[in-house]
């Protein structure tokens, strides 16, 4: 009996270990606190177009498959440092809407993304009053 | 810009279908072939042909008495429009905002989106349509030739009951106000959908799935419990998603 007390004992030890190893690796690149104010858009209205972006339910998604490009290695950047155009109209790499909406080109996007994981749920792909503007497009 | 918007009282509707033939005719659309399926709703769904469409529904109220609720249903001219800000990365300008009313219009440019997308990737109320042939898109443009000119559009102008208005937005959300404190006297649960987002404001007399379509952008809170439980449980997205929050609300 105290032979299975203290093999369970060592289990439960290197379990820990083991656990604690693999949070040391994720937090080597610290993200940001929730409740991120993402987006910048400029629409007609005087409301801000503004997503909440929470980086903890992303965490199973690579950080570089979102900071795509750069400088420093392991330095994930904002994507308004170069997404700059904040017209909802832009178009072209520099539109901040479009690195956010676009589907079907090289670079994934927020919803291109959402579209392929959440393919026909209307609260994570939709538009006004789904999960990303749970407020509306006022 | 305060534009123009329209004025959709349904507790006065009568389901004449009076816009829905107006909006044809002044639009030169020609006839779908359909099929009774055993609703005065015809034809089932909008479509490139049919830009404006009387929706009917059957349903029973608190009360287990049978309402016939009426949604004559066509583009709401966002104020913020998605379909022009998602539409426009496929195309080149293919759908414009007057800036004089606020009239979202769909030109032959959106040929581009194609079936680049859905409409409801497009728009909130799953309302532009495309032609099949030519990939190009199509909905309301508020008869923005007639409003030019001083006319009323031609949903407004055939409306016998008063249904359909339109008018200068501030003057519409004023008569949506006075017509709101009207109606709730008799029904309390009167509401007005969306009206700070879009210029097609409707007085509702009746909750919005109680209606056949999307009165309201949000997503509907009953239909998405069901395809929930449709789905085998409950996952844990469906929970991270906060989606059973919506049962409470409808």
Redesign the interface.
């Known amino acids: 009996m105290k032979k299975i007390f203290i093999v369970s004992l060592l289990c439960v030890c290197l379990t820990a270990v083991l656990a604690f190893a693999q949070t040391e690796l994720e937090s080597a690149i610290d993200a940001p606190e929730d409740d991120l104010e993402i987006n910048v858009i400029e629409?007609?209205?005087k409301r801000d177009?503004g997503v909440t972006f929470n980086h903890s339910?992303h965490e199973d998604i690579d950080c570089f498959t979102c900071h795509h490009k750069n400088e420093v290695k392991d330095e994930p950047e904002s994507c308004a440092n170069c997404h700059t155009d904040t017209d909802?109209?832009a178009?072209g790499e520099k539109s901040y809407?479009?690195a956010m909406?676009?589907?079907?080109t090289e670079q994934t996007s927020c919803l291109s993304c959402h579209?392929e994981e959440?393919s026909g749920?209307?609260?994570?792909?939709?538009?006004?009053?789904?999960?990303c503007h749970p407020t509306?497009?006022? | 810009?305060s534009g123009k918007s329209f004025f959709v009282d349904l507790s006065l509707c009568t389901a004449c279908r009076g816009c829905q033939v107006a909006c044809k005719q002044w639009k030169n659309l020609p006839a779908e072939k359909t099929r009774n399926v055993g609703s005065h709703q015809n034809p089932q769904d909008l479509s490139s042909k049919t830009i404006r469409l009387v929706r009917f529904h059957e349903v029973r109220d608190t009360n287990g008495k049978l309402q016939w609720n009426f949604f004559p249903e066509q583009c709401r001219h966002?104020?913020?429009p998605?379909c022009?800000?998602?539409g426009?990365?496929y195309c080149?300008d293919g759908i414009v905002?007057d800036a004089k009313t606020g009239a979202v219009v769909m030109n032959s440019r959106t040929a581009g989106i194609g079936d680049?997308?859905t409409s409801?990737?497009l728009?909130?109320y799953n309302v532009p349509r495309m032609d099949e042939e030519s990939g190009q898109w199509f909905k309301c443009d508020m008869c923005l030739d007639r409003v030019k000119v001083g006319r009323l559009p031609a949903c407004v102008q055939s409306c016998p009951t008063g249904t359909m208005n339109f008018g200068n937005r501030e003057d519409m959300l004023a008569l949506a106000e006075k017509r709101l404190a009207e109606v709730k006297t008799t029904n309390p649960d009167a509401y007005l959908a969306?009206s700070?987002?879009v210029r097609v404001i409707y007085l509702c007399i009746a909750a919005p799935e109680a209606y056949n379509g999307n009165l309201?952008?949000?997503?509907d809170g009953s239909k998405?419990v069901k395809t929930a439980q449709a789905k085998s449980g409950v996952n844990r997205?469906d929970l991270?998603?906060?989606?059973f929050g919506s049962k409470t609300k409808a």
Do not use: W
């Not at chain 1, 749920?121 to 999960?131: E, F, P, Q, R, Y």
């Not at chain 2, 991270?240 to 989606?243: D, T, V, W």
């Open positions: 629409g007609n209205s177009l339910s909802p109209d178009q809407f479009r909406h676009v589907k079907g579209e959440f749920d209307k609260d994570l792909t939709g538009c006004a009053n789904s999960s509306g497009l006022n | 810009m966002c104020i913020e998605p022009k800000y998602i426009n990365m080149e905002q680049k997308v409801e990737e728009c909130p969306d700070e987002s309201l952008a949000s997503v998405m997205r991270l998603a906060g989606r």
